[in-house]
């Protein structure tokens, strides 16, 4: 089985607005409400692909039920810790000119519920994949990702989505696999990468930090994996740009989905760079047709 674990889920808010005026009255063009989190829309990816997966995290209040709700109308498995506060809304609105994005802040975390949340996760396998995704809550240490991973059982595979010190952190945990943007990744060195000579070098030192494998996410201009021994690229399908909410997400689930499958890495990696670029190319999430249909674009180059 995959999991998806989404400490810090949301109801995402998209606003669409002919043009957007500050300190006026603004109607919508558009609006509809959607269950966000990187860890979410990485198990409605792997559902579109057809692959089993349960999501974790905690939720709570009305905004926690829709999420919840959401995903069973789907068929998703959840196994969600309920908390008491209210689930983040997060808005992302959109004008002919902008988009512009306002996060809500997460409830907190007691520790008791963080308690049940590792006692979930020590029932894992050998057999089973994890996939820890997204921005922790105020409430928890930025070492979770690396405590959890501590605490697994040996053989689970770890599959690591976060940013800053959730990441740096997470790294020592020895992940099977980090995926920064070229942006990040030379934000956690305070560097400007500049070609893809730079991007494999700073790709490996987070190797050196127990990274076991990296995938750097370059938009329009493809994507590197970086594993110790080798590196490769791959470009990105040529499409025109919809919307780029869950591009990033839409790769882990491909790749995730490739590993669990047993595909070599390579293959994995292009599974999940038609998975990403599709969502990219759509109003929504991939599809697993239109995932398919991408991944015969795609053509990986060994550096």
Do not use: W
């Not at 057809?50 to 995290?57: H, K, V």
């Not at 893809?196 to 930090?209: P, R, S, T, V």
């Not at 839409?250 to 490739?258: E, I, K, N, Q, R």
């Amino acid at each position: 089985m995959i999991y998806t674990l989404t400490l810090n889920p949301s109801i995402d808010y998209i606003i669409n607005l002919e043009n957007f005026v500050p300190g006026s009255i603004n109607l919508t063009k558009s609006e509809y409400k959607l269950p966000g989190g990187k860890g979410i829309n990485v198990s409605q990816v792997l559902n579109n692909l057809e692959a089993p997966n349960t999501a974790l995290g905690f939720i709570g209040g009305f905004t926690g039920d829709f999420i919840k709700k959401s995903l069973e109308k789907k068929n998703i498995k959840n196994s969600f810790i309920e908390v008491s506060g209210d689930t983040r809304i997060n808005i992302k609105m959109k004008d002919s000119n902008n988009e512009s994005e306002i996060n809500g802040n997460s409830p907190e975390i007691l520790s008791e519920e963080l308690e049940k949340l590792k006692e979930k996760l020590k029932l894992l396998t050998s057999k089973d994949t994890l996939v820890l995704s997204g921005s922790v809550p105020k409430s928890i240490t930025s070492s979770i990702y690396k405590d959890i991973m501590n605490t697994l059982p040996h053989g689970v595979k770890i599959i690591l989505d976060a940013k800053d010190e959730a990441l740096l952190e997470g790294i020592k945990g020895k992940p099977y696999m980090i995926k920064p943007n070229n942006h990040e990744l030379g934000d956690i060195f305070n560097v400007k990468l500049k070609s893809i000579e730079d991007i494999i070098l700073y790709g490996k030192k987070l190797i050196d930090l127990g990274a076991q494998n990296i995938i750097v996410s370059m938009a329009k201009d493809g994507a590197l994996l970086i594993t110790p021994n080798f590196s490769y690229i791959a470009d990105a399908p040529k499409g025109k740009l919809i919307n780029s909410v869950g591009a990033g997400d839409s790769l882990v689930a491909g790749f995730t989905y490739g590993i669990y499958k047993n595909l070599d890495i390579v293959e994995a990696f292009k599974l999940g760079i038609a998975c990403g670029s599709a969502s990219a190319f759509s109003e929504n999430l991939c599809t697993k047709i239109e995932a398919e249909k991408l991944l015969k674009e795609i053509t990986v180059k060994k550096i």
